[in-house]
């Protein structure tokens, strides 16, 4: 029986420093989308750090955003001195309630792939949300800085699990 975990590095900073792989390459989303290397490009920073894709839901900005060999890398802040909201979301993380990202983009270019969903070579990204339940599984927050130590343990069974079944 195959069992599911979910992956995360979740550790959560007073001062709202935050980062994660916003969209990791050489896998699809959940609907089929695959985004290929190369298609993030012309990105205009700070970029909105929204919560759950709500355009009326600011909780800070990215303010760097990398494309690097494995995914879309983002860090930023979530403005809790400054915003009620970003403070609740902070909480979310800390407990692990959210760990997920999830970008809003505009497709520029792209083919359907067969099976479902498009290769995407070409976009617009003009946001990256904190979800609970990201499209694409690989997209996590990585850092929050300070976390519980639960999360680190739970990272650790995790790669003991996929050391054991030789993943």
């Not at 012309?42 to 839901?57: A, Q, S, T, V, Y």
């Not at 403070?87 to 800390?94: F, I, S």
């Not at 809003?104 to 995407?120: D, E, L, N, P, W």
């Not at 599984?137 to 519980?148: L, N, Q």
Request: glycine share 12%.
């Amino acid at each position: 029986m195959e069992r599911a975990f979910f992956e995360t590095k979740v550790l959560a900073d007073e001062s709202g420093a935050i980062s994660g792989l916003a969209w990791k390459f050489g896998a699809p989303d959940r609907i089929g989308d695959w985004i290929e290397p190369g298609a993030f490009k012309g990105l205009k920073l700070p970029l909105p750090m929204l919560f759950g894709h709500d355009l009326n839901d600011p909780v800070g900005a990215w303010d760097r955003v990398e494309e690097k060999a494995d995914g879309l890398h983002v860090a930023g802040r979530l403005l809790v001195d400054e915003v009620a909201r970003a403070r609740e979301v902070r909480a979310l993380v800390k407990a692990g309630a959210v760990r997920g990202l999830s970008i809003g983009f505009v497709t520029r270019k792209a083919a359907a792939r067969s099976g479902g969903g498009r290769t995407i070579k070409a976009l617009e990204l003009f946001e990256v949300s904190l979800v609970s339940a990201p499209m694409h599984p690989g997209a996590k927050v990585t850092s929050a800085k300070s976390a519980a130590g639960a999360f680190a343990l739970a990272e650790s069974i995790r790669r003991a699990e996929a050391a054991i079944r030789g993943s």
